[in-house]
């Protein structure tokens, strides 16, 4: 079918009044067969049937590929991506029934900076836009010549393969520069974005202690400068691991570094060395490349680590294949430093893409300014949160008469399910022919269970597909797989982008407890699910106690720490309540004797999470409320307040101390506004 009649059919499909409501019967674009053959995928298909003399067909049958021949695929993918690699052995899975235990291309070495570093011409790398405050424009040329300057410092100072860095940073191109530096020598990138505060930033960077911090003086939101320079001193103040720190000037140009341990500003730290060719540390497949952090729902965030082959590999055939990116594509996520979303989108720069950075306020000066961007800049990947889109429709704005994105040729939406009305908005007020794709995953595994198909067409209110190379399926409590109904999202054999473990957990067991407790030998990720007849899924939240409030997930204990230390509360629960197509977070309180929950202390509150946690993990309810319910062995029981909250049945009731608790949380009014 022609372009221009793709057009015309989809204009009629979503016009007609054949077309009923419901999400299960209604499709809102379908790619031309002209997009369709220009696709990578079109060609990955035929490199796969070439590469291994098989008939795939079409994406269904390489999806099926993926799974039963998942070593060719992963072979597959790092031909058409022309991953360099020093070698990559003879043995691509070790252990392929062991999960966890299987090892991937355990004989490969490789550089994760190298493979991202692989132009250096004119072109536009990094295009950088800090709110209507400082615009800056990298070439890949620049940016090479940044890292080689950097990373030679960085050796000058001591830092060797192994080590930590630490960055507390905004989404700049300073922070992708820094972080290339270190990975071209093997040392390993942790990030926290500028608004953490100083316990959220300890809670992480003191479990694994870097040698060198990356920070700012400061940061632009909201059309206001935030000082950062309090918050780095008293962080380094509980750090001595740190032996330099390496601020880099944004909200100014001369910060007061008087009172920072082992501070130099940027300028000052690689003035001595000249750009040269970088020698790239080559490490085994597995050599960890970034430490994540789980959401922190039972104790200090656990530290998850990446190893820097898998995390490549998972990302390019994001990129490249359900994203459809090609050199010259100017691809934007509007995330932190402080969401998986940032390490995925450097990535990009491994298909020669030009990443378009921004940091600050999405809504500052207006609600337009990203749009903005897209417009100014050519953007072609619009990445970004349901959160977002919701808040774009209810400022009532409507991009497709205000702005020019005839460049725009996808939209990516996570962080929380994207619902059906979202998805009408978008292709209404947006743009009608792109391809919007709903995705999910986590910080887990650095990538997606889930997310879209640019050969396929978008179903109103569903995720296109599973993940290339990811055996993903949905069980219920006994283990049996289920389509067309709810259940846990799995996943039943092993792929690249599993963690290689969690810090300092050498027997393993933290890292076995977290994914393999629930069915032997499958990875349960924590989604609540359901995968539809098409092969595609709908999320309906978590299936523990993980918060998730504007798709960032966020973990209860980070939010006891600091509401425990008011004398007036005893203790608090907290649970993320469906709200307006999104997560809130609500905290309740039980109150020591003699002292009320009023609004002074209900502020109080707030301020506290807010300075030592993030604004994400702010209440946006506090209620008090008698007791608290608790297991037999004394732990306080969330899913089963968030169940009474959202009207589900409780089970395993018998299991509860004190069952007669869960009254107080009943058809409560504060929970209705």
């Known amino acids: 079918m022609a372009e221009g009649l793709a057009i015309i059919w989809l204009n009629n499909l979503l016009t007609r009044d054949a077309i009923v409501s419901d999400q299960d019967t209604k499709i809102l674009w379908q790619p031309s067969d002209d997009r369709i053959r220009q696709t990578n995928i079109t060609a990955f298909i035929e490199a796969v049937e070439d590469d291994w ?69 004119g072109a536009d790398a990094l295009v950088f836009w800090g709110e209507d405050q400082v615009k800056k424009r990298f070439s890949y040329k620049e940016l090479y010549d940044e890292v ?61 202690e870097p040698k060198l911090v990356v920070a700012c003086d400061g940061y632009f939101y909201n059309g206001k400068s935030h000082d950062n320079i309090a918050k780095v001193t008293a962080v380094l103040a509980e750090l001595p691991s740190v032996e330099t720190t390496l601020i880099v000037p944004y909200s100014r140009q001369n910060p007061p570094l008087e009172d920072v341990p082992h501070a130099v500003l940027w300028d000052d730290f690689i003035a001595d060395f000249e750009a040269q060719d970088i020698e790239f540390n080559r490490l085994p497949f597995n050599h960890p490349l970034y430490i994540m952090y789980s959401s922190g729902t039972t104790g200090v965030p656990k530290c998850i680590v990446h190893g820097a082959g898998g995390t490549l590999l998972k990302h390019l055939s994001e990129h490249l294949l359900h994203c459809d990116e090609k050199p010259g594509d100017r691809v934007f996520y509007f995330t932190t430093c402080g969401w998986m979303m940032w390490n995925w989108l450097v990535s990009g720069l491994a298909c020669q893409a030009t990443l378009l950075l921004y940091d600050g306020s999405p809504f500052y000066p207006d609600g337009n300014v990203l749009f903005d961007f897209a417009e100014a800049e050519g953007m072609t990947l619009f990445g970004t949160s349901a959160k ?34 979202s998805f009408d908005f978008v292709y209404e007020n947006i743009k009608q022919d792109f391809h919007l794709a709903s995705i999910s995953g986590g910080t887990d595994i650095v990538g997606c269970f889930v997310l879209g198909n640019p050969v396929a067409p978008v179903w109103r209110g569903e995720i296109q597909t599973r993940a290339l190379g990811m055996a993903v399926d949905v069980f219920d409590h006994d283990g049996n797989s289920l389509r067309e109904e709810a259940g846990d999202l799995v996943c039943t054999k092993p792929f690249p982008s599993m963690p290689v473990g969690f810090w300092a957990d050498d027997d393993g067991a933290k890292y076995k407890a977290a994914y393999f407790e629930d069915y032997e030998n499958v990875w349960c990720h924590g989604d609540w699910v359901e995968l539809t007849a098409r092969g595609g899924m709908v999320i309906y939240g978590r299936s523990d106690a993980t918060l998730n409030p504007g798709g960032v997930r966020i973990g209860t204990a980070e939010i006891y720490r600091q509401v425990e230390q008011f004398d007036e ?30 609004g002074e202390l209900q502020d109080a509150i707030r301020k506290r999470i807010r300075q030592n946690c993030t604004p994400r993990h702010v209440p946006a309810k506090i209620i008090a409320v008698p007791d608290i319910p608790r297991t037999k062995s004394g732990k306080i029981t969330e899913l089963a307040v968030r169940d009474i909250v959202e009207g589900r049945k409780i089970k395993n009731k018998e299991a509860l101390a004190n069952a007669d608790a869960l009254q107080h949380f009943e058809n409560l009014d504060e929970l209705q506004h």
Request: charge should be negative.
């Open 388 to 421: 977002y889109i919701d808040a774009v429709k209810k400022a009532g704005l409507e991009p497709a008469k205000t702005h020019n994105l005839e460049k725009l040729k996808a939209m990516a939406s996570t962080g929380s399910p994207l619902v059906p009305e």
């Open 569 to 598: 509360v005893i203790e608090g629960l907290c649970i993320g309540q469906i709200w307006e197509g999104d997560t809130r977070v609500v905290l309740f309180v039980v109150m020591r004797e003699g002292f009320e929950l009023a």
């Open 148 to 208: 080689s300057r950097l990373a030679q410092a960085m050796q000058a100072a001591g830092l060797v393969a192994g080590d930590r860095v630490g960055a507390y940073m905004p989404n700049m191109p300073e922070t992708i520069v820094a972080m290339l530096a270190a990975n071209s020598i093997g040392a390993i990138w942790s990030s926290c974005s500028p608004d953490f505060g100083v316990q959220g930033v300890l809670d992480r960077f003191g479990q694994i």
């Open 53 to 121: 003399a098989t008939h795939i067909g079409d994406f269904d049958g390489l999806y099926k590929f993926s799974i039963e021949e998942n070593e060719r695929f992963w072979q597959s993918l790092i031909d058409f991506a022309g991953v360099s690699a020093e070698t990559w052995g003879k043995v691509v899975l070790e252990n392929p029934d062991q999960m966890p235990g299987a090892t991937w291309f355990p004989e490969a070495k490789l550089s994760y900076a190298e493979n991202l570093l692989r132009r250096r011409d």
